[in-house]
């Protein structure tokens, strides 16, 4: 068009972009205000499924209201050509605001993503998925408003206009349920926000594959890459974790709503604001190791974090007086100290009656002990404390609680316990080997009537590695080293071990931690193509909902760079092996409640 050119009442002045429909900004003639106009060209006009997308757009958005939500003023048809009427919005899209450094400091940043996060979730609940998630879709004004838009491909739950097998969304904030071609749901979303945060923080995005085949083998198969974020400073850990998973693979592993995650980042705010969130290490501030292995990525399980002490708090009050009040204000000094004292006298005496009272009933300390005996299948469990240890190939600087762990892989005489109990064959062998040739589903349900459960990847790690951030159980050393492994000396090749061998002995004095069996680690991980190819060749089939879990420490059967404590290898769900066992953890104060209660009986 040739501007400025009249569009039935509204006066179009100035081309602001577009591709398959332009965007304008406009004069209402009527109503004298400015507006912007998004007007479906005639090409798009020519297809059909396009027009009817467009047309779908103008009716969601005229059908929502919020403040993080640009406003639909009117929409419709002229001379055949839809088109949608919108508030004006002065300022910049995130993308332009990222780009030129223009975003403050990490509280505005968490801010402008809780902005994000609150028009999702309004979204949401009007059963509507926006499924285009990026910096160039929201728009924060100079008052640091942002505004979510962009219904373009959005889609009613009760609605589907994608073709089969076609994947609609920008590629690079694409879910990989996106990719895959699958139904959209709101996980796509939250998975979108994930990205987006990380891009509000890192100032770059997460992914940079260079063609769409780089990109969706990214989406599909690599974790991200946090390590940008994990070098911020001014980062809280609780902020990466909620990146973390709410860019998980599995949908079922992102948060289940918006609700959950506004409720997560205002907790943060607010901690900020108390001056009482802790920051994650910077990369500067932890000692790395040497490195043996060329690649090895993060890991999903949730990390709890050291107790702060609360801040101090002591406002200072700062009050005008006119000279005139000068009487008044020694009258009322006078009185407020004598409302000092009385209230010190007082509180005092409550101090001592509740610390009088409070001794009969205020429970001992505890001192938990460093090795414990399961009593339901005799393991001997070792206490790892409550700390900070390095984790994974860029040895981050991690927290967990204390917890107890199996000093040896669970042996067949403890699994025959379980049996018993259970109504199962026992296993054949001896009965101090490890338990082989079960799946992970099963291992798990042994744990549970133990009362226990499988370790997390960072459970693992801890206790494998220590907290010197070291690259194998035994320190750094590559050749004086005793585990059971393919080639050690002085070991039958390929044999299988007891449980209680002195061999591939961890920091905390675990057995068997690197060598003998693999381990099941309770960590969802899809795996490499690579491995799907290897698996092809085997002639093992894997199904579209087949499950992949991790396992480490290698076994008889591996070598040496398998005991390499951060290193894993995918497992299907489903699978058997001569060479996978497994042992278990649980709590430290469940077994301080055990103990606690063993002593009053």
Not at 229 to 240: G, K, M, N, T, Y
Not at 354 to 366: L, M, N, Q, R, Y
Not at 485 to 498: D, E, H, I, K, S
């Amino acid at each position: 068009m040739h501007l400025p050119a009249a569009f039935g009442k509204y006066q179009l002045e100035k081309l602001l972009g577009g591709g398959m429909s332009q965007v304008y900004q406009a004069t209402d003639t009527v109503l004298g205000r400015t507006v912007a106009i998004k007007i479906l060209s005639a090409e798009g006009c020519r297809d059909e499924d396009a027009k009817t997308r467009f047309l779908l757009e103008a009716k969601m958005c005229a059908s929502i209201t919020h403040d993080n939500i640009i406003r639909v003023h009117d929409y419709g048809e002229i001379d055949g050509r839809p088109f949608i009427v919108m508030e004006f919005l002065t300022g910049e899209d995130l993308r332009s605001a990222i780009q030129a450094g223009r975003l403050g400091g990490i509280k505005t940043r968490l801010e402008l993503a809780l902005q994000a996060a609150r028009a999702l979730g309004h979204v949401h609940k009007q059963n509507i998925i926006h499924r285009d998630i990026k910096p160039e879709n929201l728009h924060i004004d100079e008052t640091g408003r942002l505004r979510l838009m962009d219904f373009g491909i959005a889609k009613a739950a009760n609605l589907s206009l994608t073709r089969t097998g076609f994947a609609v969304g920008t590629p690079y904030y694409m879910a990989p349920e996106q990719v895959l071609g699958k139904p959209a749901t709101p996980a796509v979303d939250i998975y979108g926000w994930g990205l987006l945060l990380y891009e509000l923080l890192a100032g770059q995005r997460p992914l940079s594959g260079d063609s769409i085949e780089v990109l969706f083998f990214q989406i599909l198969h690599q974790p991200l890459d946090l390590s940008p974020l994990q070098a911020l400073s001014d980062v809280p850990a609780e902020v990466i974790d909620l990146i973390r998973r709410c860019t998980a693979k599995n949908p079922e592993d992102r948060p289940a709503n918006f609700d959950i995650v506004i409720a997560e980042l205002e907790a943060v705010l607010r901690n900020l604001d108390r001056g009482t969130q802790r920051p994650v290490a910077s990369a500067d501030s932890v000692l790395l190791p040497p490195r043996t292995m060329a690649d090895a990525s993060p890991f999903t399980a949730n990390v709890t974090h050291e107790p702060q002490p609360p801040p101090s708090t002591s406002p200072l009050l700062s009050t005008r007086f006119q000279p005139k009040s000068r009487f008044l204000l020694v009258g009322a000094g006078l009185g407020l100290l004598a409302a000092v004292a009385l209230a010190i006298v007082l509180r005092g005496n409550r101090e001592r009656q509740t610390a009088e009272s409070s001794k009969a009933v205020a429970p001992a300390a505890f001192a938990l002990p460093d090795r414990y005996s399961d009593p339901i299948t005799g393991a001997e469990m070792i206490l790892i404390r409550e700390g900070y240890f390095l984790f994974d190939k860029e040895a981050r600087r991690e927290y967990l609680d204390a917890f107890y762990i199996d000093r040896t892989e669970v042996s067949k005489a403890q699994w025959s316990r379980y049996a018993r109990a259970r109504g199962l064959p026992p296993p054949d062998g001896d009965p101090d080997e490890p338990v082989v040739n079960i799946t992970i589903g099963e291992a798990r349900q042994f744990a549970t009537w133990a009362g226990k459960s499988l370790p997390n990847a960072r459970q693992w790690e801890k206790a494998a590695r220590g907290l010197d951030g070291r690259t194998f159980p035994w320190g750094n050393d590559t050749t004086t080293w005793k585990a059971n492994l393919r080639g050690t000396a002085g070991l039958p090749p390929q044999q299988v071990q007891p449980v209680t061998a002195e061999l591939g002995v961890s920091p905390f004095g675990l057995l068997n931690v690197a060598g003998n069996v693999w381990e099941y680690v309770d960590e969802r991980r899809p795996p490499s193509l690579a491995f799907l190819e290897f698996l092809k060749a085997r002639q093992i089939k894997v199904g579209p909902n087949d499950e992949f879990y991790t396992m480490r420490g290698g076994s008889f059967n591996s070598s040496l760079e398998t005991a390499v404590v951060y290193e894993f290898a995918p497992v299907l769900a489903e699978q058997r092996s001569a060479e996978v066992g497994f042992r278990c953890v649980k709590p430290a104060k469940l077994v301080e409640q055990e103990l606690r209660n063993s002593t009053t009986r």
